[in-house]
């Protein structure tokens, strides 16, 4: 884990601004995230894990401005960003910290995430989709917006070389993109349907793919006992 926060430290500063670049279904990634992110009270507990520069909770926190929020990343410069982002906003916390091993003690109405999960090793994985469970109130809600990986090596390649061709023609510079391919070697992602399985076994309902954009995916389960 140190060499992600390493590369990501050295990302910090230009992250957002690269993200539409990186990601070619950036409206509709983020934009479907924060549509399926429905409770039933308007000041609801958020909490984001990988919240990095906090873009994803900002994207939330325009439907729920009333929430609290608690940014989790092992990444100090990115959270730095963060901060920066949401200064005087006292209903937003920060944790420096490994999620996949951080000892949550309070509850939320949401656990979100966005491009971080794939990282981790598919124990932690499983260990984390149980974790989440827990902290949930009840009719709480998770969403993972990832990359996942494809079901054949057909459709693997198929869907890196969309990518690929996407990235190089967004106006990204040469250091950029190589930067880019080279944080992309620490994807651990896998198979939707090996998540599907684990959220279930979980206790997670209503497990489902939202949203798909070759390897970009958005998923979403339910805390409902």
């Known amino acids: 884990m140190s060499?992600?926060?390493?590369?990501?430290?050295?990302?910090?500063?230009?992250?957002?601004?690269?993200?539409?670049?990186?990601?070619?279904?950036?409206d509709d990634f983020y934009g479907v995230s924060?549509?399926?992110?429905?409770?039933?009270?308007?000041?609801?507990?958020?909490?984001?894990?990988?919240?990095?520069?906090?873009l994803l909770s900002a994207f939330l926190m325009e439907k729920y401005p009333e929430a609290t929020f608690t940014l989790v990343d092992m990444s100090e410069k990115?959270?730095?960003?963060?901060?920066n982002r949401f200064r005087g906003n006292s209903k937003v916390k920060y944790i420096e910290a490994d999620y996949s091993k951080y000892d949550f003690e309070e509850k939320y109405d949401m656990v979100v995430s966005a491009l971080s999960i794939h990282h981790l090793e598919d124990e932690d994985k499983k260990e984390l989709y149980k974790r989440s469970y827990s902290i949930l109130k009840e009719n709480g809600i998770f969403i993972n917006a990832d990359l996942?990986?494809?079901?054949?090596?057909?459709?693997?390649?198929?869907?890196?070389?969309?990518w690929r061709q996407y990235v190089e023609n967004s106006g990204l510079k040469e250091e950029e993109i190589a930067a880019g391919y080279e944080r992309s070697k620490l994807d651990k992602d896998i198979e939707l349907n090996q998540q599907f399985n684990w959220l279930k076994e979980t206790g997670f309902s209503d497990v489902s793919c939202i949203y798909k954009h070759y390897q970009f995916a958005v998923m979403?389960?339910?805390?409902?006992?």
């Open 148 to 162: 996942v990986h494809g079901e054949t090596v057909f459709i693997e390649n198929l869907n890196k070389t969309v």
């Open 220 to 225: 979403f389960g339910r805390k409902t006992v």
């Open 3 to 26: 060499e992600i926060k390493r590369k990501f430290d050295a990302v910090s500063g230009k992250y957002d601004e690269q993200r539409r670049k990186f990601i070619p279904c950036f």
């Open 34 to 54: 924060v549509s399926i992110a429905s409770v039933d009270t308007e000041n609801p507990d958020i909490l984001d894990l990988g919240a990095g520069t906090g």
């Open 78 to 83: 990115m959270l730095e960003i963060a901060k």
